[in-house]
């Protein structure tokens, strides 16, 4: 079965740091674009960041850039994403999903079923 499992979410306070972890099952990150996504509820999914499958290429939103940094570990078969500085308005569920090129929610293959974050104030 093809899936991707996420890991590493939490509750933190405003400030503090998580590190997010995205690993496949039934195939290999190596070929694939990987793309972070978040849910608050009530809203939209939206992408966080992306990179590209050999690492030389990324992508943040607004809200991401300067705090949170996507890596990938193509011999290990993980993808991460290192959140720092969190604010309360990051509070969401966090999905990674692969494809082979970065793309919107509706753009993208293969999904995770998410992992919590919620930062407090």
């Known amino acids: 079965q093809v899936q991707l499992v996420e890991s590493g979410g939490g509750a933190v306070q405003a400030g503090g740091s998580l590190r997010l972890s995205c690993v496949p099952s039934?195939?290999?990150?190596?070929?694939?674009?990987i793309a972070w996504f978040r849910q608050a509820p009530g809203k939209e999914r939206e992408v966080v960041s992306c990179?590209?499958?050999?690492?030389?290429?990324?992508y943040y939103s607004n809200s991401a850039k300067g705090r949170f940094t996507i890596s990938r570990d193509n011999a290990k078969n993980v993808a991460f994403l290192q959140m720092n500085s969190l604010k309360p308005g990051d509070t969401a569920r966090y999905y990674c999903?692969?494809?082979?090129?970065?793309?919107?929610?509706?753009?993208?293959?293969?999904w995770g079923k998410g992992t919590l974050v919620t930062v407090s104030s």
């Open positions: 999903a692969a494809d082979t090129m970065c793309g919107g929610p509706d753009g993208m293959d293969y």
């Open positions: 039934g195939f290999t990150l190596n070929y694939y674009a």
């Open positions: 990179i590209m499958d050999s690492g030389s290429v990324t």
